[in-house]
């Protein structure tokens, strides 16, 4: 797949991340697609607006894809880094290509993932860059950094 068309598919994340924005969640999306670009599976992070602490982006668009012969061939598009849980995800199903928007805000599992055979390409897309900067920025109660010293932050929901 060429480096332009890897920019189409992540779009459909960024309009994922927009939407999950707006119903008052965290910024990040996500769409798992065929090796010919073909949508199978869209979604967003709903952490806080279900309550769930398994409602990753990732996950979503997973679900969404319902049940594939194999996964090797499929290419899971995300506007952040996934963290271990989504990286375990891709590792566990066997995904054989994860696209990123960005890891500055979060570096995730991507040298893990690459580590075990999985083609990753970050593309430091400055649109999801500045989509979570401005929400971690605007929410630090939601998004929180272990340590000053530490290049992994979490999330970190508080409930009442």
Same mark, same amino acid.
């Given at each position: 797949?060429?480096?332009?068309?890897?920019?189409?598919?992540?779009?459909?994340?960024?309009?994922?991340?927009?939407?999950?924005?707006?119903?008052?969640?965290?910024?990040?999306?996500?769409?798992?697609?065929?090796?010919?670009?073909?949508?199978?599976?869209?979604?967003?992070?709903?952490?806080?607006?279900?309550?769930?602490?398994?409602?990753?982006?990732?996950?979503?668009?997973?679900?969404?894809? &319902?049940?594939?012969?194999?996964?090797?061939?499929?290419?899971? #598009?995300?506007? +952040? *880094?996934?963290?271990?849980?989504? @990286?375990? $995800?891709?590792?566990?199903?066997?995904?054989?290509?994860?696209?990123?928007?960005?890891?500055?805000?979060?570096?995730? &599992?991507?040298?893990?993932?690459?580590?075990?055979?999985?083609? #990753?390409?970050? +593309? *430091?897309?400055?649109?999801?860059? @500045?989509? $979570?900067?401005?929400?971690?920025?605007?929410?630090?109660?939601?998004?929180?950094?272990?340590?000053?010293?530490?290049?992994?932050?979490?999330?970190?929901?508080?409930?009442?």
């Amino acid at each position: 797949m060429e480096p332009q068309n890897h920019l189409a598919l992540l779009e459909i994340a960024i309009a994922e991340a927009r939407l999950g924005l707006v119903e008052g969640g965290i910024p990040i999306g996500a769409a798992l697609f065929d090796r010919k670009g073909k949508l199978l599976g869209r979604g967003h992070n709903c952490r806080v607006q279900e309550n769930d602490p398994s409602m990753h982006a990732e996950t979503d668009a997973f679900r969404k894809a &319902g049940r594939q012969r194999g996964y090797r061939d499929k290419i899971m #598009v995300t506007t +952040l *880094a996934p963290c271990w849980y989504c @990286s375990g $995800l891709v590792r566990q199903f066997r995904i054989g290509k994860v696209v990123v928007g960005e890891s500055v805000n979060f570096n995730g &599992g991507l040298d893990w993932l690459r580590e075990n055979g999985v083609e #990753v390409i970050d +593309l *430091a897309n400055q649109e999801c860059i @500045s989509l $979570l900067a401005d929400f971690i920025q605007k929410n630090p109660a939601i998004w929180t950094r272990i340590s000053a010293k530490s290049s992994r932050p979490r999330l970190v929901l508080l409930h009442s």
